[in-house]
């Protein structure tokens, strides 16, 4: 089992910068992908940005690219995710979560733990 905590919500303006942290504990191993996905109210689940393992390779959703940053360090079980230049429309609930196996998964259903969530909002 592991469990995952995200950290670093709150309100921001358009244009801020917000840095999230998942911090890991439990059976946590560094072989783990890990990934941020998001949900707004009225909305299905969507992927944000994943990481590989080691760290070497990333991947975004076409709304976090240019503007995310994921990011990990594994002597700490921790992913980040760095958001800058934000937009009204990135306020939603903001999720990390381990997949044990796959490349890059983008898929919410190739995760095998949640985290309970972090709120963002930005206010326009």
């Known amino acids: 089992q592991v469990q995952l905590v995200e950290s670093g919500g709150g309100l921001v303006q358009a244009g801020g910068s917000l840095r999230l942290s998942c911090a890991a504990s439990?059976?946590?191993?560094?072989?783990?992908?890990m990934g941020w996905f998001r949900q707004a109210p009225g909305k299905k689940r969507e992927f944000v940005a994943v990481?590989?393992?080691?760290?070497?390779?990333?991947y975004y959703a076409d709304s976090a690219k240019g503007r995310f940053t994921i990011s990990r360090d594994n002597a700490k079980n921790t992913v980040y995710l760095q958001m800058n230049s934000l937009k009204a429309e990135d306020t939603a609930v903001y999720y990390c979560?381990?997949?044990?196996?796959?490349?890059?998964?983008?898929?919410?259903?190739?995760?095998?733990?949640w985290g309970q969530g972090t709120q963002v909002t930005v206010s326009s």
């Open positions: 439990g059976h946590t191993s560094s072989s783990y992908v």
């Open positions: 990481i590989s393992w080691s760290g070497g390779s990333t």
């Open positions: 979560a381990a997949a044990a196996a796959g490349l890059l998964p983008y898929g919410a259903g190739e995760y095998d733990y």
